[in-house]
T-cell receptor, first 115, second 115 residues
Framework: AQTVTQSQPEMSVQEAETVTLSCTYD???????LFWYKQPPSRQMILVIR??????QNATENRFSVNFQKAAKSFSLKISDSQLGDAAMYFC????????????FGKGTRLHILP | IAGITQAPTSQILAAGRRMTLRCTQD?????MYWYRQDLGLGLRLIHY???????GKGEVPDGYSVSRANTDDFPLTLASAVPSQTSVYFC??????????????FGPGTRLTVL
């Protein structure tokens, strides 16, 4: 069975600095999808970034980028120029390629932004 | 997120009572899911439905039931609530965005407290 591990329950970063959130996963599949979701205090789940495993190029979305290491089964999220609005819970997630596959979430990392 | 509504927003419930959490989508997507979110445990899948008329068990199905009589509605029922079911409940749909790109959209959540 697939698993997703986020080893950092909480992290803090100074405003305008860069922070990296770690995520590792376990799977025997070769094709799959990886996601980072953000959950601010409003509790709404917001997709931050998505990576298709067959793509070697790391996904980027403005200040958010990932370091996808397929062989190491690692999928870290880098937030550049951290802003106060980035304070949230961040979840790493995995989904297989089949239509009926389910998304599996890590336990989350709470990110604090220090002014 | 537009397209997925949940009701109620929050509820306090006496143990032993029956409760149905409602989820409705207007996006006509087949796959729907119920998750519970607990501190330190992330999101865990309770039940899912790949299409109207079918349902399946997720990671933590005990004490919950679902039905999928049509595409739009996917209610979650607690037949006899217990305090351990105190949680935030999210309904979600799975959407093929474009090509092989995909995304899971979440409703706003229901905070349930069982006393």
């Amino acid at each position: 069975a697939q698993t997703v591990t986020q080893s950092q329950p909480e992290m803090s970063v100074q405003e305008a600095e860069t922070v990296t959130l770690s995520c590792t996963y376990d799977t025997s599949e070769s094709d799959y999808y990886l996601f980072w979701y953000k959950q601010p205090p409003s509790r709404q789940m917001i997709l931050v970034i998505r990576q298709e495993a067959y793509k070697q190029q790391n996904a980027t979305e403005n200040r958010f980028s990932v370091n996808f290491q397929k062989a190491a089964k690692s999928f870290s999220l880098k937030i550049s120029d951290s802003q106060l609005g980035d304070a949230a819970m961040y979840f790493c997630a995995y989904r297989g390629q089949n239509r009926d596959d389910k998304i599996i979430f890590g336990k989350g990392t709470r990110l604090h932004i220090l002014p | 997120i537009a397209g997925i509504t949940q009701a109620p927003t929050s509820q306090i419930l006496a143990a032993g009572r029956r409760m149905t959490l409602r989820c409705t989508q207007d996006m006509r997507h087949n796959a729907m899911y119920w998750y519970r979110q607990d501190l330190g445990l992330g999101l865990r899948l309770i039940h899912y439905s790949n299409t109207a008329g079918t349902t399946g068990k997720g990671e933590v199905p005990d004490g919950y039931s679902v039905s999928r009589a049509n595409t739009d509605d996917f209610p979650l029922t607690l037949a006899s609530a217990v305090p351990s079911q105190t949680s935030v409940y999210f309904c979600a749909i799975y959407v093929i965005v474009a090509g092989d790109s995909n995304e899971q959209f979440f409703g706003p959540g229901t905070r349930l407290t069982v006393l």
